[in-house]
């Protein structure tokens, strides 16, 4: 007798999904199999297709819980450095650390999915979240400038064209990869402080472009 839909319980699904993050965890996504995946959790292939429609299905869900929460903390780091009096400012890079403490929250909570993506950058859903996560760099500082353009004693277009500012946003980007293929290997204090260090890095080199 066959299933009718709706009979298979949820916590059959969350048994595929541990199972399918230890297996993408460990082989990535092209060596990662779904009979493995069903093996140890201990259900039939068609529960899995019962949930997922296919392997990308399966990767996506196990990688949402980190692209929902980014694009969630993003958000809010830019909705609150937009409200700062002034980008320079000491309250502005309180922010900027404030977001690498939620940034290593989520880092530490979800350990083995932020491997799985660093893992996988060529798969296009990954591919995906981050050029989306790009624009998004690409969009604030654009709204950052615009807020201090007055203040600038230069015209920021001659500066801060799209090509710098594209370049910029992956510079950002590069540091967050830098920072997980090369752990300093410490406690989460340790590794606080070196992406403060780069934060300070970024920021001061992004502000001296607009000093004639």
Known sequence: MTRKAGTIPE?????????????FAEFGYEKASLRHICANAGVTTGALYFFFKDKDDLFMSVIAPVVNRMEDILSDHYD?????????????????????EMFMDMCYQYDNIVQIIVSNLNHPLVKGFVDSIMEAIDAHSKELLTKIKAEVPIPIEEIYDDYILHWFSHLQFDAVIH?????????REDVEKEMKKMIKFLRNGFFSLLTP
């Open 11 to 23: 916590e059959t699904r969350d048994s595929i999904l541990r199972s399918a993050e230890a297996e």
């Open 80 to 100: 609150a450095e937009l409200l700062a009096e002034a980008p320079e400012d000491d309250v502005e890079i309180e922010e900027d650390f404030r977001f690498a």
């Open 179 to 187: 920072m997980e293929t090369h752990h300093p290997g410490g406690s």
